[in-house]
């Protein structure tokens, strides 16, 4: 071999062990067995060779040639088995230990959900479900809130471009109720609701309520305030101080709102009671004379109670949360306290 070929051989040797990944070596191979490569080159020059030694030459080059390329071979096998090891030692994961986390449990809300239809249902109650989706009607119409009623700007409302909407609230479940029902009845109904809000810390444009109705026949006053504080007793194993004043809304007559003493600040006031140290939980009255009669209830027989339960601030109040966007963040350092 020349002292050409031999130099050759000698620098490809020592770039092969220095190479020390398979992009390194494929440089090297370019270097050297590439179209303007070291030992493409010298072969080229074979036409400058005296001819006598040009087989010899010849025979030379094409040795130095597959010398070359197994050599660039075994290297990158062994490159090649270096990055897979080095790739299972940085990416290995640990199955069991997904395994052990994954055990998940309900949402809190889901949670004190359940809690109150076991409450209610212990006191006859039956558990009522109605579509995300209602027609005005159902939302507003049979709920004494006719078109152009001031009482609609209370509920900012989400339209759908077939004319229905996202419900506001879950009381169109009682007119779904009422036209299943044969009085006497007493139902709850909890579910998702809609609003075209700004969010903050106390307002979510999506939220839970449970709404309840009773209808019978003398239901009063004393009936419907019996009844909350069996509710409220039972969700919050202690006593909590409420107060009861006149609320307006259009399906009930008396309105009152039931509100709670603000248990994140003690009623001292905070971002969450906006600062009155009392939070509206539980608005609710005596069935509208109209509501009954769109529901195909004579109010002359019967009468009836609802309320209104704010579930997502019964929770709050509950387990001392002081925002409610943290129930949809999704993020699971919060839920997992539950
Ligand atoms: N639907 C009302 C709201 O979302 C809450 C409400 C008030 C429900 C009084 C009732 C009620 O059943 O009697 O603002």
Redesign the pocket.
């Given at each position: 071999m020349s002292v050409d070929l031999n130099q050759i051989k000698v620098e490809l040797v020592e770039a092969l062990e220095n190479a020390e990944n398979l992009r390194a070596l494929d440089e090297i191979r370019v270097a050297f067995r590439g179209q303007k490569g070291k030992i493409t080159l010298l072969s080229k020059s074979i036409k400058d060779v005296a001819p006598e030694n040009r087989a010899s030459f010849g025979k030379d080059i094409n040795e130095l040639k597959d010398l070359a390329d197994s050599l660039i071979e075994k290297r990158k096998t062994e490159l090649f088995e270096k990055e897979v090891e080095q790739q299972l030692e940085s990416e290995w994961i640990d199955v069991t230990i997904s395994k052990k986390d994954q055990k998940g449990h309900l949402h809190p809300l889901t949670q004190i959900q359940n809690r109150i239809e076991d409450i209610f249902t212990s006191m006859g109650f039956i558990v009522l479900d109605g579509p995300e989706t209602e027609s005005e009607y159902n939302n507003f119409e049979a709920l004494n809130i006719p078109k152009d009623h001031p009482a609609r700007d209370m509920?900012d409302t989400f339209w759908t471009t077939d004319g229905n909407l996202l419900r506001?609230?879950t009381?169109c479940i009682q007119v779904r109720g009422m036209k299943k029902l044969k009085p006497p009845f007493k139902v709850i109904a909890p579910g998702r609701v809609f609003r075209y809000e700004a969010i903050d810390a106390s307002h979510e444009n999506t939220f839970y309520?449970v709404?309840g109705m009773v209808v019978d026949k003398e239901i009063s006053v004393a009936n419907l305030i019996s009844s909350m504080r069996t509710l409220l007793r039972e969700v919050f194993e202690k006593d909590v101080k409420v107060r009861l004043r006149p609320g307006y809304?259009p399906?009930?007559e008396p309105?009152f709102e039931l509100d709670i003493s603000c248990l994140i600040c003690g009623g001292s006031g905070c971002s969450v009671c906006k600062q009155s140290g009392w939070v509206e939980l539980l608005?609710?009255?005596l069935v509208h004379p109209n509501v009954l009669k769109a529901g195909g209830i004579d109010p002359n027989e019967y009468s009836g109670f609802?309320?209104?339960l704010g579930l997502n601030r019964l929770v709050m109040m509950k387990y001392g949360i002081n925002d409610i966007r943290h129930f949809q963040s999704g993020d699971l350092r919060f839920v997992r306290q539950f």
């Open positions: 509920q506001t609230h009381s309520q709404e809304f399906f009930v309105g608005p609710c009255g609802a309320f209104g």
